[in-house]
């Protein structure tokens, strides 16, 4: 199959890549195009962005998670009807698990895709040494095609010269541009990364000058010859069908507070039947109707934690819905809520759904981050007691006095002691840090709908 892609790698993390892509993004768009954007790896909040900045919602690439056949398979997907994919990378180029060679990286995605890669590196404080630098990311695989480089942060016109000088010069690889470092550009940041879609008011306007940037300094026609040179695609094997669970209604949260959702993990539960009914902790007084199950992500709840607090009403019927048997599943913000409080950085607590017996506290570093292998302990909504998922963790808080008897998980990888135990589960409830993809765990989605649908048949409903 011809499909025209490029993958935008870094060098390293910080070297600009997001922003570069949301400006190519918007840049396209002017032009007419339909452009597909992707993200490789476990990323929530770039693919908000990109979907602001292409007018299409952007899929994950997780090469760790999901096998190269599932990942070609999503990728065919999305992009076959589009005039151009564009994926943005992760890191740096041939950064992925930690400890597992390129499994999860940049690189081994743009191989799985057969994609041409664009690398982006920092051109601050290099002339001739850019040469060096360049070469060394091009030879270290010789099965990768990186086609052309982008040089961001440049001084001066005599630096940019200098930069393609040596590059095309030395190297005989196109320089696809040379960008100024443009201060008054700010992408607003917190914690976990840049600023979601949804909390950015000037996101718009951002992205108007970051496109006209883009058009005053790449060579956007070069890039899209490159992209059109990809080679065809195999199709291979169709994924595989999934079975119904028709008549199942999952309530999802989803507001500002609760946005991490891999849109696909959303996708496959709605391929396996079951219909998505959205609801906000943050302003809805009531769950969505003739529903049999509750799924809370992740997201930013220690940014709203007054107004959740605050609203007693949708805590309540949580909380009354799980304890007549309605399977709760929920993930890192959605666990935080679920807990007894949530203290700040400053002290304060307040008071979340009361389902997991414990207190979650803000930290002011990293408190885990990195894939993790999850390895179930109690039989629950997920599956029973061995069955191993895989997932990720990234969150600034931790857990108070969790009761170790409840534990949902068995973790390995990630930042912790391999054999740590994690999150809470009992009965029909399962919440934990762990971020899962559900379509590449299909077992642990298609257990957690068969449990909406027992209660569905015979559960009792909340009035």
């Known amino acids: 199959m011809k499909i025209p892609r490029i993958v935008m790698a870094g060098t390293h993390s910080g070297v600009g890549k997001t922003t570069l ?3 190519l993004l918007a840049a396209l768009g002017r032009r007419g195009l339909r452009v597909q954007p992707f993200k490789v790896g476990p990323d929530y909040i770039d693919p908000g962005l990109h979907r602001a900045a292409a007018g299409q919602i952007s899929h994950n690439l997780d090469s ?8 070609r398979q999503l990728f065919l997907k999305h992009a076959l009807a589009s005039d151009l994919a564009v994926v943005e990378g992760v890191m740096g180029l041939f950064d992925g698990a930690r400890g597992q060679g390129e499994a999860g990286s940049t690189a081994q995605v743009a191989k799985v895709l057969k994609a041409p890669v664009v690398l982006i590196f920092s051109a601050k404080g290099l002339a001739r040494s850019a040469a060096a630098l360049v070469k060394g990311y091009r030879t270290f695989d010789p099965e990768l095609n990186i086609c052309g480089v982008i040089a961001n ?3 001066s016109e005599r630096h940019r010269q200098l930069i393609r000088e040596t590059i095309a010069g030395e190297l005989g690889i196109p320089l696809l541009g040379a960008l100024d470092n443009r201060q008054e550009i700010v992408m607003p940041q917190r914690h976990l990364g840049l600023l979601p879609a949804e909390e950015n008011n000037d996101l718009h306007n951002i992205l108007r000058q970051l496109a006209t940037i883009i058009e005053e300094q790449i060579d956007i026609d070069a890039l899209l010859q490159l992209a059109r040179q990809a080679p065809d695609l195999d199709a291979g094997a169709v994924l595989p069908a999934a079975g119904p669970f028709t008549g199942v209604r999952l309530a999802v949260a989803r507001d500002e507070a609760f946005n991490f959702y891999y849109q696909d993990s959303l996708d496959y539960l709605t391929e396996l039947g079951a219909e998505v009914q959205f609801f906000s902790p943050l302003k809805d007084a009531a769950l969505p109707e003739n529903i049999h199950g509750i799924y809370i992500g992740g997201g930013f709840p220690e940014q709203f934690l007054p ?14 819905a799980c304890r007549n048997g309605m399977p709760v599943y929920a993930e890192c913000g959605g666990l935080m809520y679920l807990c007894r409080s949530v203290c700040t950085l400053s002290g304060e607590r307040y008071d979340g759904v009361g389902l997991v017996p414990a207190g979650v506290r803000m930290g002011n570093r ?15 909504i997920l599956g029973g007691a061995g069955l191993e998922l895989k997932g990720h963790e990234f969150h600034w808080s931790s857990p108070e006095d969790f009761p170790e008897e409840f ?7 990630g930042r912790g002691q391999d054999g740590r135990t994690e999150g809470y589960a009992r009965d029909n409830l399962l919440a934990s840090y762990v971020h899962l993809h559900f379509r590449y765990n299909q077992e642990a ?5 068969a449990a909406c649908a027992n209660y569905k048949e015979f559960g009792r409903q909340v009035k």
Not at 64 to 71: A, D, L, Q, R, T
Not at 407 to 413: D, N, V
């Open 64 to 71: 760790w998670m999901g096998s190269p056949e599932e990942v």
């Open 366 to 380: 990293l408190a885990a981050l990195g894939y993790v292998r999850a390895t179930i302990i109690r039989p629950g």
């Open 407 to 413: 534990s949902a998980y068995r973790l390995s990888g």
């Open 307 to 320: 107004a959740l607090s605050a609203n007693r009403s949708i805590k309540e019927q949580i909380y009354l």
């Open 153 to 155: 942060g440049v001084s």
């Open 445 to 449: 989605a298609r257990n957690l709908l």
């Open 21 to 23: 892509t949301l400006g």
